[in-house]
């Protein structure tokens, strides 16, 4: 409703925006009638004088909300592809970068978040630390813009953009090019996939990977404070052992919420990373919808990643169980 | 006779009471990393401040059109873009849009967001429920998506950015403030205000509203931070500053088609965006800090 009503209640005629300004009235009002935007916004009171109940729900949002229960998004202005068409066929670009993002995040986070831990007030501590705060501090694009120019442009050891180069072949199973590769056993496109992953993947992992890093290092500080940490010590556990089976699992419960909220910054910051390095998934084409104007896609596309921002956090939250058994839903 | 009285004098002043912001400033200026963080951005706001009376030139209109793409020399020190301006000059004067914009943005985040939170936390019944619901649809959608979907209908300008930046801020004050209302409604000191005939506002301003200041200040810190990098980044996207204003994320863009000729075009802008903002990221965790009662022990 939100993205509806901030897409209507704007100013200016998508008639024009599409036709421009030279455009005759005519050729206008039936752009508007195809559209449905000679109807009402929210009700259709008119209707409902003459043709009752049925006819008060002939306007603009309720049309828009029974098509979208049915998973119908709209056209896109411009090329008339609907919507979901193209959501479907660039989603898996989308989420294979943000999952090769999220798990650098995390492989590197978790870990260093816990050697800062335990080293806390030592150099080491604040050699993460510095790095955990200048990760906060980048802008995601200018961090992709200095990394092609660093390992592709100067060095060349990995390509500027791009999911595959363009001698590469590959039969597309799931969208997931690493995955497809695997399946299809092409060793060849693996290797290119990974190596067009790298940088896009670095880049929109830097953000998440400094917040684990700071989450995980306070959270284990919390609980190497605890008393059966301290318990676990003096019995005579080696120390390996504490940190990672005594008190690692405890302190995971605040890094899993914060790596699922991380997914809001990587779905977000992937229209920034995607339109960096012309990768071609939701981010990217969103991006292009922005520049044309083309509504239905910028609807669709920030409704589905806040769908899918929703449906993340809902996994967390389910997963704090699996995490710790003290929670349970009922 | 002085000996005699200096153990009287030492009780005295152990009697009276300190007042804890005399405290945690005290404290504050014992923290090393939250006096990077203030210089750098004392730093910022003074060169901003100048930026209109000490210019080398003008950021948006001197071209020289010989130096066009100018790599950084003793004339031009961080080089010249693709129309001749002077990088340097535009940086400066990047910082005075993007801290302004910063700073707006999180003060209109803060009123409206505190104001959403008295009302839900002390009005309570269907208005909390009301303001609770539309903070839940609004922190549905990740900041930077929200903000990008209402500018992208608002159209590109620099004040729909600090709008919709603001917006997006607003449910964290919100949350905030509530969360501090809602512990302190029915507290003793609020109910004997109460009973001593205190009005509703007299007892959010005097009683509810300083209780928030605290967690207010270390968050909205932490969001001015944010917010640069969100006006730099609709700026980037071409959602924000219009050409020719000197803002960073359109320097970096600007930058990024030129971006093998002139590297210089991008990398400045974005070091002084990552200054500014590590500069309110140390100051916010120092505030934090400061100001945490946990830590303070």
Redesign the interface.
């Known amino acids: 409703?939100?993205?509806f009503a901030?897409?209507r209640l704007?100013p200016?005629d998508p008639a024009i925006a599409l036709l421009g300004q030279r455009s005759s009235e005519e050729a206008r009002a039936q752009l508007r009638i195809e559209l449905g935007l000679d109807q009402p916004v929210w009700l259709n009171f008119e209707a409902f004088a003459e043709e009752g109940p049925r006819g008060l729900v002939r306007a603009q949002y309720p049309i828009y909300m029974s098509r979208l229960v049915r998973g119908d998004l709209g056209r896109s202005i411009f090329s008339r592809i609907p919507v979901t068409e193209s959501l479907r066929s660039r989603f898996p670009a989308t989420i294979e970068l943000t999952l090769f993002a999220m798990a650098f995040a995390v492989f590197v986070g978790v870990p260093a978040g816990v050697w800062a831990a335990r080293h806390r007030g030592k150099i080491q501590d604040t050699a993460v630390m510095t790095l955990a705060?200048?990760g906060?501090?980048?802008?995601?694009?200018?961090l992709a813009?200095?990394l092609i120019?660093v390992f592709a442009?100067t060095l060349g050891w990995l390509p500027p953009s791009g999911r595959l180069s363009v001698a590469t072949q590959l039969e597309p199973i799931t969208g997931l090019y690493v995955l497809d590769a695997i399946l299809r056993g092409n060793g060849a496109a693996l290797v290119d996939a990974l190596r067009h992953l790298v940088l896009p993947a670095l880049a929109l992992g830097t953000i998440p990977l400094a917040i684990i890093v700071r989450m995980t290092r306070s959270s284990m500080l919390e609980v190497l404070s605890q008393d059966y940490v301290r318990t676990a010590r003096s019995k005579g556990v080696i120390e390996r052992v504490v940190v990672n089976k005594h008190a690692l699992r405890n302190a995971l419960l605040p890094v899993v919420t914060v790596i699922g909220l991380s997914f809001?910054?990587l779905?977000?910051?992937a229209?920034?990373t995607e339109?960096?390095f012309s990768w071609p998934g939701i981010g990217r084409w969103?991006?292009d919808a922005?520049?044309a104007?083309d509504?239905p896609i910028?609807q669709g596309g920030?409704l589905f990643?806040?769908f899918i921002?929703?449906l993340v956090n809902l996994i967390v939250d389910l997963s704090y169980a699996l995490i710790d058994p003290r929670i349970q839903y009922s | 006779m002085s000996d005699t009285l200096t153990p009287v004098n030492d009780a005295r002043a152990a009697d009276k009471p300190r007042s804890p912001w005399r405290d945690g400033l005290r404290r504050f200026f014992r923290h090393p990393t939250g006096i990077v963080g203030l210089s750098i951005i004392v730093f910022f706001l003074t060169i901003s401040i100048l930026a209109p009376v000490l210019r080398p030139y003008d950021a948006a209109r001197d071209r020289d059109l010989r130096a066009r793409l100018a790599p950084p020399s003793a004339e031009h020190i961080f080089g010249a873009d693709e129309l001749g301006r002077d990088i340097f000059t535009r940086v400066w004067h990047g910082g005075r849009v993007s801290l302004r914009v910063g700073l707006i943005a999180v003060a209109l985040a803060v009123g409206v967001g505190t104001f959403l939170g008295l009302v839900a936390g002390y009005v309570g019944g269907w208005v909390d429920t009301g303001i609770v619901w539309l903070l839940d649809i609004l922190l549905a959608f990740p900041g930077i998506l929200l903000a990008i979907a209402i500018v992208a209908t608002l159209g590109p300008s620099l004040t729909n950015a600090l709008i919709a930046i603001s917006i997006t801020q607003i449910p964290i004050y919100t949350r905030i403030v509530r969360s501090v209302v809602l512990s302190l409604r029915e507290s003793e000191y609020v109910q004997a205000a109460r009973a001593l005939g205190s009005g509703s506002g007299r007892i959010v301003a005097r009683h509810i509203l300083p209780n928030s200041l605290s967690p207010l200040i270390v968050q909205l810190t932490l969001s001015i931070g944010v917010a640069i990098l969100d006006v730099a980044a609709l700026g980037f996207l071409g959602l924000g500053a219009q050409p020719p204003t000197p803002e960073w994320g359109l320097m970096i863009r600007d930058g990024f088609s030129q971006f093998l000729r002139a590297p210089w075009m991008s990398i400045f802008p974005g070091v002084a965006i990552f200054l500014s903002v590590v500069g309110f990221n140390l100051l916010g965790d120092a505030v934090r800090d400061v100001l945490d009662p946990r830590l303070v022990e």
Do not use: D, H, K, N
Not at chain 1, 136 to 142: D, G, I
């Open positions: 409703m939100l993205i901030i897409t704007v200016g705060l200048s906060v501090s980048f802008p995601v694009f200018w813009i200095i120019y442009v809001g910054s779905l977000s910051g229209i920034l339109t960096v969103v991006y922005i520049s104007r509504y910028i920030v990643v806040a921002f929703v």
